[in-house]
């Protein structure tokens, strides 16, 4: 690829790159393609298994554990400097390869919804240049390609011919607004405004462009940026509030252990490996593993099994947990592959002649602005009446953009004159009419009569004007004479009503944002089997300005709390408005939409869904990709979402509290005893059989119960219920002390502290799997089921407790066999705690 193919007149570049106005022919560019290879738009860097492991560390818990074994082999100790160290590793490791199948799962199915591009191509040399949709990946430099709205830029791009067009580009700049592009025929263009780069996305306008550099060439590549990550999620920021509080507090072990050591017994630093394995003791630090275990599994199987495409793993735990689900209407509720249904003039009685002046006006908007393809009214339109346009001569158009919901065409009319032909959302067209103020509420009564039918409505508006070369703007849209109105029937799509009731059944509100007609509107929620509580208009900007008091909420005001909302006429603003509105109210919230105008909001919300069909823009701004033609799949990944956080937070509950519990009790035992009440070593290996267990989490399936609702985690109670089931069970621990002291008696019984280490560790397995089997396994069991993983893992754990001390491993270990009267006396205490941790449960209501 030439270096600078850029500047010069449009010609010029053209000449440059060997190709022409008119395309290249197709084996021009098939053998473009051998020579310069697929255009691959650059793939986000996928990091190393040894740079993710590395990147693990950062995470809290690990850099902790860092710290102390650190400090161990500081002090020498290192037996318990390498198991922390083994430890850290082992976690980096699994959580680097969990972090990379995920990726590569995905990957396959991002495939699927790769985008193709319109591009001019031609069999041969003489033959007219037709507009192919090609995958991305075909084209080559020199290749003249097609831009629209809600088209992502395929390649790095100089325009040839461009109306009206605007992109943004944040994938390359970060700049979120959108930036004017233009065409100029100069030798020394202004390059910024006359190249096109890929990744950026059209916001309005078209054009018509060459492509410069593909693939590995284009300034995209070349800076090799990142996407910007976006904020965590709310439950990834309850985790981590969760995470900091614990590290405090582990961070306050040591000392504290230390001090008090120091004070009741007199002991020394000699005490500190002890104090260092207390606090990694304190630690989950398989949470992170446990955390993408969950989300790569979870993405996997949605992946594999409901064709779901996860593009931001994080954002299913934001899936899981929305309460409030904002839905597009066309394109997304609805096919929006519209059929003409009707066409009536002012009086309400059917006149094709509506019809065929919206067809001339859908024609030449079409001719005139060179969009790749019409949008689908127009196109429902020149279905019927296509030839029609063809009769005039095209002078101008003035096509929809955002926030403007009308075109107008200018052709030319009876000799000297031009004859604009508007056609657009009633009400916008209805303004722009010459009429008395009656007849226009006639005329907007009807309709509204029109869209409560379901169907979609245009309104047709003509004015004749003295011909002029002064080019036309909206300002020349008014003084217009109302022509009647074409409606238009939309089919649902498929699924729409059963994922509705899916979503309303797993406890989310759904309310519907539309550009369309309220009447349309609450018509189609109707038919879905929503029946709204209320349908709003969205006041315009300029409504609010000259109210002087808008509710900035987004023209929204409160929603209410149990029913379906309806906004219609919605400005791709109001969408993204009325989202942050409710998200500012607290709300967790999902944006469905497909098209140019959702992309705001896909972007406001917590987590962005587009469905299949959606338009590349819509796709690229979405965290959630729906790759199944029917929408039913969104209930089954908001589901997925749910069961992962329900995971984490087991997992969370059950560690921790367990984890207190016997922080506690050694330290209340270590001020009792004279000699520590575990060595530092078995306090580690007593971990490590924990961590293992424990990443049964990942793979267990909660109780449909606790997917009815979002799963939140709210750092202030959960770390109250922590501390209560972390007494229990230091309650238990000292328990467990009282019954030695009683077992093994003897005059030097509890001197005995080989005896004593082993008790309390086979104690401390067991009772760290009753608590996984109650707190999470209990009403799968109870119910008769099969245990799950979380159940196996439990039995696992309590059977290594009991072996381990009478085994040689235990022996290296400083352990020893124990005595049976012990045994009965142990099974005793651990039924008492059984019972005092279902009694608490039960009135906790967990
Ligand atoms: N090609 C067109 N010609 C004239 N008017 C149009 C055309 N396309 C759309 N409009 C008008 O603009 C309105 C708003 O369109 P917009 O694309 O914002 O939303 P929508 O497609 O109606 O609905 P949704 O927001 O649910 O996807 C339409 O309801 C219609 O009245
Ligand atoms: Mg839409």
Known sequence: MASEPVTGTSLQVLRRLDSGPRGLTDAEAAARLAAHGDNVPPRPHTPSVLRRALRGLREPFTAVLLTLGLVSAFVASWGTATVILAL???????????????????????ELVAGTATVLRRTDDNAVPRAHEVPVTDLVPGDVVRLGPGDLVPADVRLLRSRGLTVRQDALTGESAPVPKAAADLPEPDTDSCLCFQGSAVVAGSATAVVVATGPHTRYAAAGRTPQPREPSAFDRSVHGIAWALVRFMLLTPPLVLMAGAAVRGRGLETLPFAVSVAVGLTPEMLPVIVTTCLARSAALLA??????????????????????????????TLDRPVVARSLGPDGRDDPEVLRWAAVSAWWTLQLTELPAPDALDEALLDLAEAVGEQYDGIAALPVAPGRRLATAVVA???????????????????????SATERQRLLALAAREAATGHRVLAVATADRPSRTRPYTPADERALAFRGLVTFHDELAPGAAESLRTLTDLGVQVHILTGDHPATATRVCRELGLDPAETRTAPTDSDEARSGAGTRGGGAGPFPGGGTVVVARCTPEDKARVVSGLRAAGHTVGFLGDGVNDVAALLAADVGIAPRAAAAVARESADVVLAEKDLTAIGHAVTAGRRSSANIAAYLRVTLSSNLGNVLAMLAAGLLLPFLPMLPVQVLAQNLCFDAAQLAFAHDRPAPVELRRPTVLRPPAFLRFITGFGMLNAVADLATFGVLALALDGPDALDDQAVFHSAWFTENLLTQALVMLLLRDGRRLARGGRPGPVGWAAALLAAVGLAVPPSPLGAALGMTALPPAYHLLLAAVLGLYALALTVAKVRRGV
């Open 88 to 110: 850290v590793a082992v976690s980096c490791a699994l959580r680097a390869t969990g972090e990379r199948r995920a990726d590569r799962s995905l990957a396959a199915l991002r």
């Open 413 to 435: 009319g009876r000799l000297g004159h031009h004859l604009l032909i508007t056609k657009g959302a009633a009400e916008d067209v209805l303004e722009r009419c010459e009429l």
């Open 304 to 333: 594999r099994t409901r064709r779901v495409v996860v593009r931001r793993l994080p954002a299913l735990h934001d899936l899981g947990a929305i309460d409030v689900l904002c839905v597009d209407k066309t394109g997304t509720l």
